[in-house]
């Protein structure tokens, strides 16, 4: 059984045709703007919800851009490596030739084998190495750290001589 209900129901209105009819063309109007503008999809209309975003937007493909060459050609060319640049420009002969003469590792070196020390293999190449390039540099520039000795002996043999004919 249905109970009463305790607020009396108050008198509703009924609508007249004409405004059943309006409202009908309301709703109507309504739901014909709903949803996507027509060519949304032609003219990207899914930025319209991004348009505080700006700039490119990322690739989303993944994977090499590296262009693929698609068919044989006849010739086919490497791409050409560059020689790597040496780290110091070119020194003339005579620059080189003093840089070698004040270099410190060298002289260290040098006095170290003079003193009766040994070299591992690797110091030994390299102060092999630096000797013979001063020596081609002293060959360029037509020195020769030989003439200081013969410059030397030839002194002290005159030395000698003298001592031994007994002169002053």
Do not use: F
Request: hydrophobic share 20%; net charge negative; no cysteine.
């Amino acid at each position: 059984m249905k109970k009463p209900t305790s607020a009396p129901r108050a008198k509703t209105r009924r609508k007249t045709r004409e405004e059943l009819d309006q409202e009908a063309r309301d709703r109507k109007r309504q739901k014909k703007h709903r949803g996507h503008t027509p060519g949304s999809r032609a003219s990207g209309g899914g930025e319209s919800g991004r348009s505080g975003q700006k700039g490119q937007e990322k690739d989303p493909r993944i994977g090499s851009k590296k262009p693929v060459q698609l068919g044989v050609t006849a010739v086919q060319t490497p791409p050409r490596q560059q020689k790597p640049k040496s780290e110091k420009p070119m020194l003339s002969p005579q620059a080189e030739l003093e840089q070698l003469e004040t270099d410190e590792r060298l002289d260290a070196l040098l006095e170290r084998l003079e003193e009766g020390g040994k070299l591992n293999a690797e110091e030994q190449s390299w102060v092999d190495a630096k000797l013979d390039r001063i020596d081609e540099l002293m060959q360029q520039l037509g020195l020769s750290y030989d003439d200081d000795e013969e410059e030397e002996e030839e002194e002290g043999k005159e030395d000698m001589m003298r001592l031994l004919k007994g002169g002053n």
